[in-house]
């Protein structure tokens, strides 16, 4: 089955610098690539997602990049504010298949 | 509110009781889960149903047992509770069976004494 695998595991950065998610998956058949963000006492909320006929995606100040050559993909949030802090997961799936495998979180810190 | 509830937040209970999850969405998806996170946060698959049809089930003990009345509502039971069950346990919604984004309900945080 898909295993991904994400770091690092824990990333503390400067308000207003950016911040950089990497994942890597490892089965080529995968498709899909959802990036969520998980509060404290909340469940994982979808905050943007790629499919492999796209290499990179933007809302805001977020943006995901796919290289479907390396099997990797990259969470990118830019002008980080305390809000930003929270744990963001990658996940991956392919076709025919609604079966998520989540990587095992990043816990991101924004220093004020 | 259109959203993924579940209920209880917060389940305090001793080893070996039997205890209920119950989790409904209003979202009109016809695909639900559970997942357990553990201490560690990562998140595990463990059912999911498609319109009342289970589709996942992976390696849990068969102490779990999830029930589908609905295409709306997923519950989770489980009996002779462990020390290991104590978990957060989330449920979650989609629509259709491929490559679509997840609902999540807030959770169920589990401890088991």
């Known amino acids: 089955g898909e295993n991904v695998e994400q770091h690092p595991s824990t990333l503390s950065v400067q308000e207003g610098d950016s911040a950089v998610i990497k994942c890597t998956y490892s089965?080529?058949?995968?498709?899909?690539f959802p990036w969520y963000k998980q509060e404290l006492g909340k469940g994982p909320q979808l905050i943007i997602d790629?499919?492999?006929?796209?290499g990179e995606k933007k809302d805001q100040r977020i943006a995901v990049t796919l290289n479907k050559t390396a099997k990797h993909f990259s969470l990118h949030i830019t002008e980080t504010q305390p809000e930003d802090s929270a744990v963001y997961f990658c996940?991956?799936?392919?076709?025919?298949?609604?079966?998520?495998?989540f990587g095992k979180g990043n816990q991101v810190v924004v220093i004020p | 509110d259109t959203a993924v509830s579940q209920t209880p937040k917060y389940l305090v209970t001793q080893m070996g009781n039997d205890k209920s999850i119950k989790c409904e969405q209003n979202?009109?998806?016809?695909?639900m889960y559970w997942y357990k996170q553990d201490s560690k946060k990562f998140l595990k698959i463990m059912f999911s149903?498609?319109?009342?049809?289970?589709?996942i089930n992976e390696t849990v003990p068969n102490r779990f047992s999830p029930k589908s009345p609905d295409k709306a509502h997923l519950n989770l039971h489980i009996n002779s509770l462990e020390l290991g069950d104590s978990a957060v346990y989330f449920c979650?919604?989609?629509?259709?069976?491929?490559?679509?984004?997840?609902?999540f309900g807030n959770g169920t945080r589990l401890t088991v004494t």
């Open positions: 979202l009109g998806h016809d695909t």
């Open positions: 790629i499919r492999s006929n796209v």
């Open positions: 089965d080529s058949a995968s498709n899909y």
């Open positions: 149903y498609n319109n009342k049809e289970l589709i």
């Open positions: 979650a919604s989609s629509q259709g069976r491929e490559s679509s984004p997840l609902h």
């Open positions: 996940a991956a799936s392919s076709v025919g298949n609604n079966r998520l495998a």
